[in-house]
Nanobody, 123 residues
Framework: QLQASGGGLVQAGGSLTLTCVAS????????IGWFRQAPGMEREFVGV???????TMAESVKGRFTISRVNATNTAYLVMNSLRPDDTAVYYC???????????????????WGLGTQVTVSS
């Protein structure tokens, strides 16, 4: 089971760090992904730590958001800088054991999801 936390209200240009904690040990070979869903929109890919090998981010957040992971504590972080109002969304973390490079941005590749955390960016 995954739990995302750390959301809140922040002004444009500000920063937030979201935390995703797994209740059980997450194998280092698993992939951790972050997704978000804005009101009235479909859930979209934000970024991923792919099997602890590399991290890749969506174009919309590249250069502003980063992902880190601490295997010893089964924790992943989404560090968000230079936030914009269009970053407002519910953010979700997900984990998958069989994610491959060709589907890492696809929600269906992830078998484990946490409850989301709301991020609101005011202008």
């Amino acid at each position: 089971q995954l739990q995302a936390s750390g959301g809140g209200l922040v002004q444009a240009g500000g920063s937030l760090t979201l935390t995703c904690v797994a209740s059980q040990r997450t194998p280092t070979t698993w992939t951790i992904g972050w997704f978000r869903q804005a009101p009235g929109m479909e859930r979209e890919f934000v970024g991923v730590n792919f099997r602890n090998a590399y991290t890749t981010m969506a174009e919309s957040v590249k250069g502003r958001f980063t992902i880190s992971r601490v295997n010893a504590t089964n924790t992943a972080y989404l560090v968000m800088n230079s936030l914009r109002p269009d970053d407002t969304a519910v953010y979700y973390c997900a984990a998958g054991s069989s994610v491959i490079s060709s589907n890492l941005a696809s929600q269906t590749a992830y078998g484990h999801w946490g409850l989301g955390t709301q991020v609101t960016v005011s202008s």
